[in-house]
């Protein structure tokens, strides 16, 4: 397969089709999936990435992101950034460089602002609304409201693959929460040797099985990407049923380094596909 672009949830459509266009003119998987990401965090109707995220309990916007390359394993990330358009422009210009890849808080805001990143005020009237409706309400926390992080796979024509992730994390989380998005091995993984995976779910349960390191694993042990996806999700959440009685969402995304791709998930869940044989479309998968 010459190329082929993977993503999470339906609102990631329109940004298949562009990551798609991109790979189909021969362009690098990163900067294409960078631009598919950059399209679902503009889109204010998206309540769980970028412009429009869902506020934290505190009623500010706070987003996190990754990108790693697999060819020469290289990522950059951020979290609990603020006032920023988007974290995965930024996290994708942190990945060279021997330290200082992954930057939180404060410093990250510090870096994106020397750099010259566009700075956006991303609490959207419709998402403050959201918050006050909620903030005194007793809720307890969904990784799902809203859908949840955005996550995007790509196979280039010259073999690459690369992952990136974007999101606001949980709707109502406490001040200075991350998950599992910006952490590399946890929230997204990509070795050109093998394959890819990104996760997307409630990031706490998704960390304690560096669940897109294991798939990418599986690959690495010659399993298929469906095999790959199927195992690492389903071994997971019977362990934590095993040992809490229970296990929160979490869906995985597989693209193997032949464009072949797999799904992992305990819920049902919706993601979009394209290759050069196959037109970007959402698919569904129900549990």
């Known amino acids: 397969m010459k190329y082929a672009v993977l993503a999470t949830w339906k609102m990631a459509l329109e940004g298949t089709k562009k990551a798609a266009s991109l790979l189909a003119a021969g362009e690098h998987c990163g900067k294409a999936i960078v631009e598919g990401v950059c399209m679902v965090e503009d889109e204010p109707s998206f309540h769980s990435v970028g412009y429009g995220g869902r506020p934290n309990a505190e009623g500010r916007v706070f987003l996190d992101g990754g990108y790693m390359d697999g060819d020469s394993l290289h990522f950059g990330a951020v979290g609990s950034i603020e006032n920023f358009r988007s974290p995965v422009r930024i996290a994708y ?152 009685g229970q296990a929160a969402a979490m869906s995985l995304i597989v693209l193997a380094k032949d464009g072949t791709y797999g799904i992992g998930t305990n819920v049902s869940f919706t993601y979009c596909f394209a290759s050069e044989s196959e037109e970007a479309a959402v698919h569904e998968i129900t549990v």
């Open 93 to 244: 210009s942190l990945q060279e460089g021997e330290a200082n890849n992954l930057l939180v808080g404060e410093g990250a805001e510090r870096y994106a602002e020397e750099h010259g990143f566009e700075r956006r005020n991303n609490l959207t009237a419709e998402a403050e609304q959201l918050y006050l409706e909620e903030k005194d309400r007793i809720k307890e926390l969904s990784a799902y409201d809203g859908h949840d992080t955005v996550c995007f796979l790509a196979l280039d024509q010259n073999g690459t693959l690369c992952a990136a992730t974007s999101t606001s994390g949980l709707f109502m989380k406490k001040p200075g929460r991350l998950g599992d998005t910006p952490l590399p091995g946890v929230g997204y993984y990509a070795d050109s040797a093998y394959g890819a995976a990104a996760a997307t779910g409630m990031g706490e349960e998704i960390m304690k099985g560096a669940l897109s390191y294991a798939a990418v694993q599986y690959l690495r042990q010659g399993r298929s990407a469906r095999e790959a996806a199927e195992t690492a999700v389903n071994e997971l959440d019977a362990e934590l049923r095993r040992r809490n």
